[in-house]
């Protein structure tokens, strides 16, 4: 960490500064990028700043990683290829065959599908429920068996809010870890180990990179046993975020909070303008004060972030339609970069879930609110629901 930082220092200091104090070779403001996969040895084992092999340790992964540790609240930070990767190396560090895993039933498609394609047929069981619902989450607990609940919130792409304290209660009672996906709120926005969450996922591919221009995700903890556990994996594995994408990664936090109040806003802006639209049935936003879960998103969000979820009230065709008409938003996968993007979940990024009781509805469609004039998005988009 900085010199100059303290506990106190705020995020948004702590963006620019934490594990990215100024090179101390030449003064460089910026520290270098440690293109090297192994580092010279003073004697056998004489290890300069520890450092060895680069699966091991690379010193510019060691400062995102310190950075990201900082910005959630943890004791420890891992930094991945992807976040698939991410998620993949916590639960092999947290599960054995029989154990048992609760998830949202609006979890990221790709998040199921590992669970269920990879995990299940490991030996792991799962269970997917309402996470809002914090009865039937207690109610799908197995006593002895449920090691993980995993909740998005919000979700994806249905914005579903799951009150992070109460989950965090049952988990403990449970004695199972809760593991929070903070991808789309970013820890501006929430942060879910203050709020009694054991782990805290991310992929760093969206609003932390913030620009869509590398693939990352990240694992951060509290517990120092369980972090060793999954430093462990991320060395014995080797799905290690690569210099340069860890680089990138650090360059796209430094702006994460001016982004975020951004994409806060214009999302805000733009789902208040498109409630009552003739041609959608509703608007999935929780900074509506209708959203079911306002008051929750409310309470544990500084704001609510920059994903709209929309049912098309001319059902799959016109949604479908939307999604190919639009021109500022442009149809990809992948969210919470600089421009705004649209996406059609079925096909898209749940295309994984179909037929399962993950399936995402025929008629929504997703925007990714970027940071472009809010005019000009409220123009593209309501020029397109015309056209449809
Ligand atoms: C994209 C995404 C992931 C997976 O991350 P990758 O970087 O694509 O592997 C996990 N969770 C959420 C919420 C996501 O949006």
Redesign the pocket.
Same mark, same amino acid.
């Not at 992807?82 to 998620?87: F, I, M, N, R, T």
């Not at 992929?203 to 969206?206: G, Q």
């Given at each position: 960490m900085s010199d100059f930082l303290t506990p106190d220092s705020a995020l948004e200091t702590r963006a620019i500064h934490a594990g990215q104090g100024f090179d101390p070779a030449t003064g460089a403001v910026n520290p270098p990028v440690h293109f090297s996969s192994t580092f010279v040895q003073d004697g056998i084992g004489g290890f300069r700043g520890g450092y060895e092999y680069a699966r091991g340790g690379n010193p510019t992964r060691d400062h995102l990683q310190e950075l990201l540790a900082s910005l959630e609240g943890g004791e420890v930070a891992y930094s991945f290829a992807?976040? #698939?990767?991410?998620?993949d190396a916590l639960l092999r560090a947290v599960l054995k065959p029989g154990d048992h895993v609760v998830m949202g039933n609006d979890?990221?498609g790709? *998040?199921h599908r590992l669970v269920n394609r990879v995990f299940v047929p490991w030996g792991a069981h799962l269970d997917t429920v309402e996470m809002g619902d914090l009865d039937a989450v207690r109610a799908a607990v197995k006593a002895g068996q449920t090691r993980v609940l995993w909740v998005?919130t919000p979700s994806?792409p249905l914005m579903k809010v799951t009150d992070i304290e109460g989950l965090a209660a049952i988990g403990r009672e449970a004695g199972a870890i809760v593991v929070v996906?903070n *991808?789309?709120a970013s820890p501006y926005l929430q942060q879910p180990l203050s709020l009694g969450a054991d782990v805290v996922?991310h992929?760093? *591919?969206?609003y932390l990179g913030g620009h869509s221009d590398l #693939?990352?995700?990240a694992v951060i903890l509290k517990d120092r046993e369980l972090a060793e556990k999954v430093g462990f994996i991320q060395f014995g594995v080797g799905a290690v975020s690569s210099p340069f994408d860890a680089w990138l990664t650090m360059r796209g936090i430094k702006t994460l909070p001016v982004r975020m109040d951004r994409h806060s806003s214009n999302a805000q802006t733009l789902a208040e303008r498109l409630v009552g639209h003739a041609k959608i049935d509703r608007v999935y936003y929780p900074g509506l004060p209708e959203h079911p879960g306002h008051d929750i998103a409310a309470k544990q969000m500084r704001s609510f972030g920059g994903m709209i979820s929309l049912a098309l009230s001319g059902g799959g065709a016109a949604a479908r339609t939307l999604a190919e008409s639009t021109g500022l938003f442009q149809l990809a996968e992948? #969210?919470?970069g600089v421009e705004s993007l649209i996406g059609y979940p079925t096909e898209m *990024?749940h295309a994984s879930v179909k037929g399962t009781a993950l399936e995402v509805p025929e008629n929504i469609v997703r925007l990714s609110v970027g940071l472009e004039n809010i005019d000009d998005l409220a123009a593209d988009l309501l020029g397109a629901l015309d056209r449809i």
């Open positions: 992807s976040g #698939l990767a991410a998620e979890v990221y790709g *998040t998005e994806n996906d *991808t789309f996922v992929s760093t *591919t969206k #693939l990352g995700g992948s #969210l919470g *990024t």
